[in-house]
């Protein structure tokens, strides 16, 4: 059934509520090809924010005011101009955040974004899907693991993910196939008894994801057999509880070139807000509350079980 | 019917409360109450429902265990651990059983 169909049956409409959050895709260069991604980032795409781009990024967060403000790729650290990016956005926010894949910034080259994160407060969200290495190396590449251990020590040694330091490490957990993710708690649980255990590595909190049916994750599910099974378990586990707090109702997503989308996942499908190209230099104000919000099935992913955003699992 | 086992039947396990659905709901209840958290974490209990599934040879248990495992964050390197542990317990109950053996042996030999 399709989605619209589902929210139709018991009545629902999937409508924005007051935007909290703008998360700002820099581009689809990364430094790795992982299996999973919904927006196909590798290291042949060529697509990254032009400093205009930027500009009008910043612009339009010293106009309206976000509560968080996240920062996410392909790799952000490829980003030329990803120092401007947050030293533009740093005081315009009281939470910046930056993903990262955790192999590129621990290159030579990026050691010294660290500190400048630090110097910055950005929190770090750290992709880890598995703390068993051939799960992690099966979704992310050959090595991925053990070079992530080593930026996750990195990392703790500039003091993120450490107690009271104020310096936000957190982990993002994909599954690595096709199924859906862990209790958020209990693999928050067992990943900081295992990482502590094996590696001396802290860090601040968990979040669960599932992984959306788009890009290449849903190239992998077609070839390997299993996307009618997946779309019919993301569809069977859809959870109503979960619609008034999905991401998409709270968050602007803007994508490399500034044009607007309602998350992520929109962004890698085409859906754009309100159902049309808009510029990020176009928004004069927050979007209504009310205003209706383009959905597809890949968003069976976000509503299934226990629900996720980009803060990971909905209901705990 | 080319085959006993289809494993699109295993969704309708349920089904067999369309008769006697006391016992089935009296079933399901102990059922769901065995694999909640308890003194063992979910994922553990899923992974000796894993171990038990393969010492019963049970195609449907081990399909939705091997899927219930992953989705509770486990991983090949534990699974294949669960399986050996259901592999030593019967192949060690054949060897227990073989002191009976052992003794029938020795009392009817010179």
Known sequence: MDIDETLRKRGIELRRTATTTLQINVGFKCNLACRHCHVEAGPSRREMMESRTIEAVIACAGRLHFQAIDITGGAPELLPGLPRLISGLAPLTSKLLVRTNLVALARPEFVGLIDFYRRNGVGIVASLPSINPDQTNGQRGAGVFERSVAALKLLNGFGYGRQKSGLGLDLAVNPTGAFLPADQAQAERRFRLDLERKHNIEFSSLFTFANVPLGRFRTWLEGSGNLGPYLKKIEESFNPCTVPHLMCRTTVSVDWQGFLYDCDFNLAAGLHHCGKKKHVSELAELPPEGTSIPIADHCYACTAGAGFTCSGSILQ | ?110
Not at chain 2, 8 to 23: M, R, S, T, V, Y
Request: hydrophobic content about 45%; some cysteine; proline content about 4%.
């Open chain 2, 1 to 110: 019917m080319t085959s006993y086992y289809d494993p699109q039947d295993l969704p309708k396990f349920a089904e067999i409360g369309k008769n006697a659905p006391e016992l089935a709901e009296k079933f399901f209840d102990y059922y769901n109450a065995v694999f909640a958290d308890g003194a063992l974490t979910e994922r553990e209990k899923t992974l000796i429902a894993l171990a038990v599934a393969h010492a019963v040879q049970c195609p449907y248990c081990i399909d939705a265990y091997t899927v219930a495992c992953l989705e509770k964050g486990s991983n090949l390197d534990e699974m294949t651990e669960a399986v050996h542990v259901a592999n030593a317990i019967r192949g060690g109950a054949s060897i227990a059983h073989a002191v009976q053996m052992r003794k029938i042996a020795e009392k009817l030999s010179m």
